[in-house]
T-cell receptor, first 114, second 111 residues
Framework: DTAVSQTPKYLVTQMGNDKSIKCEQN?????MYWYKQDSKKFLKIMFS???????INETVPNRFSPKSPDKAHLNLHINSLELGDSAVYFC?????????????FGDGTRLSIL | KNEVEQSPQNLTAQEGEFITINCSYS?????LHWLQQHPGGGIVSLFM???GKKKHGRLIATINIQEKHSSLHITASHPRDSAVYIC?????????????FGRGTQLTVWP
């Protein structure tokens, strides 16, 4: 069974559309994250939730809205998609918030904006 | 300037060679992570350490907190080790839980 699963794996859409990426973890972890990896493979944190509460909200346009309906899920909704949103988005989870916690990553969602 | 610098950016080796990837950071940290990203794109956590040295199979990670430096070593390298290796540091205090990433080292091991 996949520990952290993201859907869809690939997402191709037009500029201006609204889309969502879903993430689920079956590890019983408390903390979940969204990362963006740009075309140069550089990773940056976007959001982190702990027990369904937003803990980290980096400087991300408010077109990006995370939602955590329960501890096992952290979805990412993106409004009015722009060309610069093209990237690979990774979801991750860790057992609990704080140090000494390895993170488990999903396989990524490759978003391409036409 | 990025908080985390890795070297080299690209590394090519012959099978069996000893590999070293370096990571330097400029912020106070609570832990340092080494990650592996395979050509298929998935990311796997290899090590998390806050002091000393850890070993897992042919992989060894060391950290020197005073010098703000970590190394990832691969002994007896194999073509299946070909991947991007990413160093990430975890902040402390107000930045606890945040990971700051290096730009990765692309390792290619030839048979």
């Amino acid at each position: 069974d996949t520990a952290v699963s993201q859907t869809p794996k690939y997402l191709v859409t037009q500029m201006g559309n609204d889309k969502s990426i879903k993430c689920e973890q079956n590890l019983g972890h408390d903390t979940m994250y969204w990362y963006k990896q740009d075309s140069k493979k550089f990773l940056k944190i976007m959001f982190s939730y702990n027990n369904k509460e937003l803990i980290i909200n980096e400087t991300v346009p408010n077109r990006f809205s995370p939602k955590s309906p329960d501890k096992a899920h952290l979805n990412l909704h993106i409004n009015s998609l722009e060309l610069g949103d093209s990237a690979v988005y990774f979801c991750a989870s860790s057992q609990r918030w704080g140090t000494d916690q390895p993170q488990h990553f999903g396989d990524g969602t490759r978003l391409s904006i036409l | 300037k990025n908080e985390v610098e890795q070297s080299p950016q690209n590394l090519t080796a012959q099978e069996g060679e000893f590999i070293t990837i370096n990571c330097s950071y400029s912020v106070g940290i609570s832990a340092l992570h080494w990650l592996q990203q395979h050509p298929g794109g998935g990311i796997v956590s290899l090590f998390m350490l806050s002091s000393g040295k850890k070993k897992h199979g042919r992989l060894i990670a060391t950290i020197n907190i005073q010098e703000k430096h970590s190394s990832l070593h691969i002994t007896a390298s194999h073509p299946r080790d070909s991947a991007v290796y990413i160093c990430a540091v975890e902040g402390r205090g107000s930045t606890l839980g945040r990971l700051y990433f290096g730009r990765g080292t692309q390792l290619t091991v030839w048979p």
